[in-house]
């Protein structure tokens, strides 16, 4: 760490000159020996043709001025020898070097090498002289000072390079020695742009000026003062110009408000005076929750300590004074977020925390050893800037993360041992290059000890085995990864589809289907019309055991960018209900009647348009004959605004064409009765379910979709849109146990601990409860969830009390998700039963629980309605005012179960099914039947009048009949509240939720 390193001595002009003619002698002797050695061989060689003794050049290469005409006068000499085939490369170097052809050949390659060394100056010689053939050495002249292949701006570039100096050198001389490639430019638009993916040795070339050497390790040493750093590094700080040191970091932080005076009161004792002072809340809250800072500044020493908090109140516990593992907790933070786009803009501040930690660690290490009596410790520093934000992906925070590595990564460095190198051997030298900070992954966790790597004391590239390492996972957990690192990727662009077979015969399949129906036409785009654009979509279809079914790929046009009023004026297109689907299952079940599956391939395709809509030729399938053209629309194409509302009007002209006719309970849904039989068809998109007692009816209308579009007949109905469906003795057996499990690995919640209930008994849920957490996870799991719901009423007041909360989500409430999806866990087959009851009766439960909500008080109303004596539809919502009573919040949860009572009994009617008993509706509550009863009005019911008078007249044309039930035998408790175990599994049985999949 002295200055007793020599500093380099010029070398005047004279010992240069003396220097390059001592090469020049030693060339040309070199080349007269080798000529005479030729010479008296020529004799053993069996080739009988003459070798002249080469004259010396008169004509030497200095540059890329000399070069044209050191080339043909260098070409001419050896032509007229008949040896031009050795630089030319004509004349290969035989394969067995023994024999006389190869003798032959080696002697007259070292005499045209010797001299066109000879003909080179100094310079150049001794940059080309490790190279052994002639013709190595005249193409790599030739690609370096001829500029041939590219065009003037090249040539122009390339003189300019003999202008920058390394030394006493030129870069292309300089680097022609070593034989690297520092970088590969790529010309677009006449200009030749640097590949940004620059290796580590490039990156080490870029930073390795000595003025930004010294800048680097201020800013990763916490911005330390220069004076001290000098100290630190005398070699380096004496090789730089000290007027150039500046650091607009510390100019911005050095902008500060006038101090306050001084008390005078200075220790001289260490701890004896300590300042302190807290800082915050940040905006943003760390990686590790924290949003408070506290400083202690001991008054002697200076000395430093950094405690983060995540509330101001919070106290850190232990002994405040001497921490021996203070160093150990710096290493967890190894580096930066790759960068990317980030919507919220809070990825500049989520390390903050950890920033002020390590700024106060970096602060003590001139003050340690004074304080603690010991010599610092090693540190791996990097440097992050404030323009580095993280790529926002979903991604599990508690688990292994993907990150894509968009930079190189910095090289680690020992700053405790000032004698260490700071850059690569390959790089030093270089002091005039631009310079720039890379980007480096975070490893957000220290590794455990017994599992972590050692780190490197001197330069390595980033190895991730530092950090992550498998030698303590079990074999089981290593055939999972392996699992994970096998599976199908989907493409990201049609660039990478096209490099595999598989998505490229997906693409042709598309685009056949899209010619054979005669989607567009091409021709020239009119005047004040606008083109709408269009992308590739790449997906996998999987069957329910989750094998691959079909490589999917998908053109899509870019509906984002249409007008209203102009490309496209409706585009609403009604789809089937999931209520629909299971009364249509329970009828099914009950009747006896098989339940078919039909898909329509492409079906969006099908639409016709209305509207005068141009796109974009499909990218990927451009050529000369398409360009300036683009696609006039003649059908509708998936993404348009109006495409599902033109293939639902396509699709329903040609049903009814065949004597359908169309429900007004569901739109999607098309019956046709023909001899006391009945055909009923449920249109879900592109997915059709057909059931009834007329199998030639059925087989006719399979026929004629398959003319008319492009139908797959599936068979017997086993797997609707994510639904499975089995067929046993005790009836129909719906459930998503696929979808349970992928949404539970998609969590990471596959090895967690199940839960017997979906919610807490006794819950306290509150909207403010809790620190706020992302919002787009919270979404996306609730909506998981919601989805999940059609065939789990076990878990519907669970998910409607998170789903209360999808604005402002807590901690708290993802909490009660990962209650939900423990008790998933616990049984992720569960699903409905839909038996053979050999009636299609109508009866529902109705309850409420007052003032439930501890936010608003506001009730909670649920239901759940049978057909034919299995569960076909259920809700449990909060209610959009406040109930005075519980009589109240009874009646609007009885008007809305009624309601959903009236809508199956029109369905059956239309059906013909109906047979004419009056609908039956159950409550636990004795005043509100008694209000429904009896037309009594006073001021705590007046106000209900509405719902009361909806029930009564229902009620008094025979349509409704409402029976009280005791609470131990109301269905729809479990709609309305958490309750116990016990209580919980019995209301599940009667509700008809079985798990075919547990063991018995």
């Not at 106290?315 to 150990?328: A, H, L, M, V």
Request: proline share 4%; glycine share 6%; hydrophobic share 35%.
């Amino acid at each position: 760490m002295g200055d007793n390193t020599d500093a380099p001595r010029g070398v005047t002009a004279g010992e240069l000159a003396a220097v390059l003619q001592a090469m020049d002698e030693k060339y040309r002797s070199l080349f007269d020996a080798l000529s005479r050695q030729v010479g008296s061989s020529r004799a053993e060689v069996e080739a009988k043709e003459e070798i002249h003794p080469l004259q010396l050049p008169h004509v030497k290469l200095e540059g890329a001025e000399s070069y044209a005409s050191w080339a043909e006068h260098a070409e001419t000499i050896l032509v007229s020898r008949k040896l031009e085939g050795y630089i030319l490369g004509t004349i290969e170097k035989p394969a067995e070097e023994s024999s006389k052809e190869g003798q032959r050949w080696k002697m007259t390659n070292a005499l045209v090498r010797a001299w066109l060394l000879s003909s080179l100056s100094p310079q150049i010689a001794k940059q080309v002289e490790r190279i052994k053939e002639a013709s190595e050495i005249w193409r790599l002249l030739k690609s370096t000072y001829s500029g041939a292949g590219n065009e003037m701006m090249a040539c122009r570039i390339q003189k300019d390079l003999q202008g920058l100096c390394q030394g006493e050198k030129s870069v292309v001389e300089y680097e022609l020695g070593t034989g690297r490639r520092l970088g590969t430019g790529r010309m677009h638009d006449g200009l030749y742009y640097l590949d940004n993916s620059a290796s580590p040795t490039v990156a080490a070339v870029m930073s390795s000026s000595p003025h930004e050497e010294f800048l680097l390790l201020h800013r990763r040493l916490g911005h330390m003062s220069f004076a001290i750093l000098g100290q630190l590094y005398p070699n380096l700080y004496n090789k730089i110009r000290k007027e150039r040191l500046a650091c607009d970091a510390c100019q911005y932080g050095k902008q500060t408000r006038s101090t306050y005076v001084a008390s005078g009161n200075r220790s001289d004792v260490p701890l004896q005076i300590i300042h302190s002072d807290v800082w915050g809340p940040s905006g943003v809250v760390s990686i590790n929750g924290y949003r408070y800072f506290v400083t202690f500044i001991d008054c002697c020493t200076r000395t430093t300590w950094v405690y983060v908090l995540r509330n101001k109140d919070y106290k850190t516990g232990g002994d405040e004074g001497e921490r021996d593992n203070e160093i150990e907790t710096r290493e967890m933070i190894v580096g930066v977020i790759p960068a990317g786009d980030m919507s919220n803009g809070e990825g500049d501040d989520i390390l903050e925390a950890e920033q002020e930690q390590t700024q106060g660690e970096l602060q003590n290490t001139q003050s340690k050893e004074s304080l603690l009596s010991r010599p610092n410790e090693k540190r791996y520093l990097h440097v992050y800037s404030r323009r580095h934000r993280p790529r926002k992906e979903h991604v599990q925070e508690d688990k292994i993360v993907s990150m894509r590595q968009d930079s190189e990564v910095l090289e680690e460095i020992d700053v405790s041992d000032s004698s260490s190198p700071l850059v690569s051997p390959a790089s030093e030298g270089i002091d005039s290059l631009p310079y720039e900070d890379l980007d480096v992954p975070i490893a957000q966790r220290k590794p455990p000890r017994s599992t972590a790597g050692k780190l490197p004391s001197k330069l390595a590239p980033y190895d991730v085995s530092n950090h992550v390492s498998y030698a303590s996972i079990g074999s089981s957990y290593m055939s999972f990864i392996a699992a994970l690192d096998s599976a199908e990727s989907i493409p990201h662009n049609w660039q990478e589809a096209k490099q595999h077979p598989k998505w490229r015969a997906a693409m042709m399949e598309e685009m056949e289907a899209l010619d054979k129906n005669n989607t567009w036409v091409i021709t020239t785009l009119p005047t004040n019309k606008k083109v709408v654009g269009c992308k590739w979509v790449f997906t996998i279809k999987q069957t329910p055991e989750g094998k691959v079914k079909r490589y999917k790929a998908r053109l899509v046009a870019k509906g984002y960018s249409q007008t209203y009023g102009v490309d496209y004026d409706e585009t609403f297109a009604p789809v089937a209900k999931m209520n629909t689907v299971r009364a249509i299952i329970s009828i099914a079940s009950n009747k006896g009647w098989n339940l078919f599956q039909m898909d329509v391939k492409n079906a969006f395709l099908h639409g016709e348009l209305q509207e005068e809509v141009y796109m974009e030729i499909p990218p990927g399938f451009n050529s000369h004959e398409t360009k300036g053209k683009v696609c006039k629309l003649v059908k509708s194409l998936y993404g348009l605004k109006q495409s599902s509302r033109a293939w639902f009007g396509r699709f329903s002209k040609e049903v009814c064409s065949l004597g359908y006719r169309q429900s007004n309970a569901d739109h999607t849904l098309f019956f046709k009765h023909r001899s006391n039989k009945i055909t009923i068809l449920v249109v879900y998109v592109d997915d059709i379910v057909i059931t009834g007692n007329d199998d030639e009816e059925i087989k006719y209308l399979k026929e004629t979709l398959a003319k008319t579009f492009e139908v797959k007949d599936l068979g017997y109905l086993h797997y609707f849109l994510g639904i499975e469906l089995a067929y046993g003795a005790q009836g129909i057996y719906l459930s998503q146990r696929k979808y349970t499990l992928d949404l539970l690995a998609e969590t990471g919640m596959l090895g967690c601990k199940p839960a017997a209930t979906p919610i807490e008994q006794n819950h306290c849920i509150l909207a403010d409860s809790g620190d706020p957490i992302d919002k787009s996870k919270y979404q996306r799991l609730v909506g998981h969830l919601i989805y999940l719901s059609h065939t789990r009423p076990d878990i519907a007041y669970a998910v409607s009390i998170v789903s209360r909360y999808m604005h402002d989500p807590r901690s708290s409430h993802m909490d009660a998700v990962n209650r939900i999806l423990r008790y998933l866990k616990n049984c992720p087959g569960k699903g409905i039963t839909f038996s053979n009851n050999g009636h299609l009766r109508i009866k529902g439960y109705t309850d409420a629980d007052w003032a439930g909500c501890l936010d608003d008080r506001r009730s909670t109303s649920g239901y759940c309605i049978f057909l034919g004596g299995n569960l076909v539809s259920w809700r449990s919502k909060k209610q959009s005012v406040v109930a005075r009573s519980t009589a109240e919040a009874e009646f609007r949860s009885m008007a809305s179960g009624l309601c959903e009572l009236m809508w199956l009994k029109i369905l059956l009617s239309e059906l013909q099914l109906y047979d004419g008993a009056p609908l039956e509706l159950y409550c636990d509550n004795q005043a509100t039947i008694s209000m429904v009863n009896n037309p009594v009005h006073h001021d705590r019911t007046k106000h209900i009048g509405i719902d009361r008078h909806f029930i009564r007249e229902n009620l008094e044309d025979g349509t409704l009949h409402i029976s009280f039930v005791k609470s131990n035998d109301q269905l729809a408790d479990a709609l309305t509240k958490g309750v116990n175990v016990v209580r919980f599994d019995e209301l599940c049985y009667k509700m008809g939720l079985r798990d075919v999949f547990a063991p018995s």
